[in-house]
């Protein structure tokens, strides 16, 4: 196993239905599966979620930006909760830890119990983004990875890796196998935000980004590496 403690970012937008809004309930339990494999294999396992699925900060023009921010941040607790009973169904332990305290909800997020249930053998879902408006869940994930000191941080996102140009817009797009966060950075290729990208060289965390729409790609991500892109520093 060449990690153990890994730390999955998952879009809000990777567990909603066609329609683009809401939760599927056949993708979230396929999810859920592919969790409980990893779970089986030793993997201590985090996760961030996000909350596109239901509301993005940054949608409304004419809402103010905080507020708008804060709805955002409570989506991510209903798509942790949902992600919470679905790997529940398996018989796994998991704990939902929010930013923001709503404790007959989710536990508060405190780094040490974080780790504390991570060395017990829980999965722990990380909701409620940092707490603190103009931050996105990307940057949640590379915070939370810090924090706790994980060894990689998945990204699940719609495209299997980083491309040196739009691949729906530009046929001829080429996909990167790997590179460097100064070369993300650099390229401007908006892959995940520039603090969230700075945060990871910072803490020397490699990252992977891949497609969560095929066939056991969570699984794939890990014990291959060959459908995405690694980025390290």
Avoid at 12 to 18: F, I, K, M, Q, T
Avoid at 94 to 111: C, D, F, G, H, Q
Avoid at 126 to 136: D, R
Avoid at 161 to 185: F, N, T
Wanted: glycine share 8%; aromatic share 8%.
């Amino acid at each position: 196993m060449k990690y153990k403690r890994i730390l999955l970012k998952l879009s809000g937008e990777a567990l909603a239905p066609s329609s683009g809004t809401g939760i599927d309930d056949h993708i979230l339990a396929g999810i859920a599966n592919q969790i409980r494999k990893l779970y089986e294999s030793g993997y201590e396992i985090s996760i961030v979620v996000g909350g596109g699925n239901f509301w993005r900060g940054r949608s409304s023009e004419e809402m103010d930006r905080s507020t708008a921010d804060y709805m955002g941040m409570l989506a991510t607790v209903i798509n942790g909760l949902a992600l919470q009973d679905a790997i529940e169904k398996f018989s796994i332990p998991t704990r939902v830890m929010s930013a923001i305290e709503m404790p007959k909800v989710a536990e508060p997020y405190l780094r040490r119990k974080a780790v504390n249930h991570l060395e017990k053998n829980r999965i722990v879902i990380f909701s409620g983004g940092t707490g603190n408006p103009f931050f996105s869940t990307d940057t949640t994930a590379a915070l939370r990875a810090a924090e706790i000191e994980a060894e990689i941080v998945l990204f699940a996102k719609t495209i299997d890796g980083v491309y040196d140009k739009d691949p729906k817009l530009y046929p001829d797009a080429k996909r990167y196998h790997e590179m460097s966060y100064r070369d993300l950075l650099i390229g401007d290729l908006k892959v995940m935000d520039q603090t969230a990208a700075t945060l990871l060289a910072e803490n020397e965390i490699p990252c992977f980004v891949f497609s969560m729409n095929e066939k056991d790609s969570l699984i794939r991500a890990l014990e291959s590496q060959e459908h995405g892109t690694i980025i390290r520093r």
